[in-house]
């Protein structure tokens, strides 16, 4: 019999496509050892996606499966993916910067386990280039979403969101920047809350935000 108890940790994978600073915060929180989950591994489908380097410098297991050879095969390319994250011992996963369009072979094998962060309050600003669309819109709220990830892009359950205000005269990188930040706290939040509701409920926070 071991000395040490069984691990209970929920083994978890991150899936990213670039710099991966979502990842980091994940990276962080998962450093914390009354944190219910570990990473098993990193895995993008860009061989050069600076995060991959940071997370070996971080000890973790970083892979790349790259989308080129596939083609158009989408479906290929994820059951490459899947097969990996399977023999990981992967039992859930984070888009962190994942920029591939998923077909409905990797959401219905991972429904309910795999998680996203989208720069935007969904359902607004589903997509692409949320920071310059809200500013065109003329929200005075905009933020960033954790959900469940489904086969329709930047939908499914909300697991949580974070609100940042628009100031006037800001540019889409000032907007970033201010919901990035917030990015970093509510993905490891919403993973808690997902993994141990009872203890992330104590953190729920009373939040009025009034912006005019
Ligand atoms: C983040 O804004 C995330 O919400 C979006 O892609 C960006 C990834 O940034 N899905 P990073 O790689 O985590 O720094």
């Not at 039992?91 to 094998?109: D, H, I, K, N, S």
């Amino acid at each position: 019999m071991s000395a040490f108890p069984p691990d209970d940790r929920c083994p978890i994978a991150i899936l990213i496509s670039g710099r991966g600073s979502n990842m980091r915060a994940l990276i962080d929180a998962c450093a914390a050892p009354d944190f219910p989950a570990r990473i098993v591994m990193v895995l993008s489908n860009r061989p050069d996606a600076p995060g991959l380097d940071v997370a070996r410098a971080a000890g973790l297991r970083a892979e790349a499966i790259d989308h080129r050879p596939f083609g158009k095969d989408r479906a290929a390319h994820e059951r490459a993916v899947d097969a990996l994250l399977r023999e990981a011992g992967v039992q859930l996963v984070c888009l962190a910067g994942y920029m591939r369009l998923l077909t409905p072979f990797l959401t219905e094998a991972w429904a309910g386990r795999m998680l996203n962060i989208h720069p935007s309050l969904l359902p607004a600003f589903p997509g692409l280039h949320t920071h310059e669309r809200a500013l065109q819109a003329g929200v005075k709220l905009h933020g960033c979403t954790v959900h469940l990830v489904t086969e329709v892009m930047d939908d499914g359950p909300i697991l949580g969101q974070a609100a940042v205000p628009v100031h006037p005269g800001d540019t889409p990188d000032a907007l970033a920047a201010r919901v990035l930040k917030q990015e970093h706290h509510l993905y490891p939040a919403a993973l808690l809350n997902l993994l141990r509701p009872e203890t992330a409920s104590s953190g729920h926070r009373e939040a009025a935000l009034l912006v005019v």
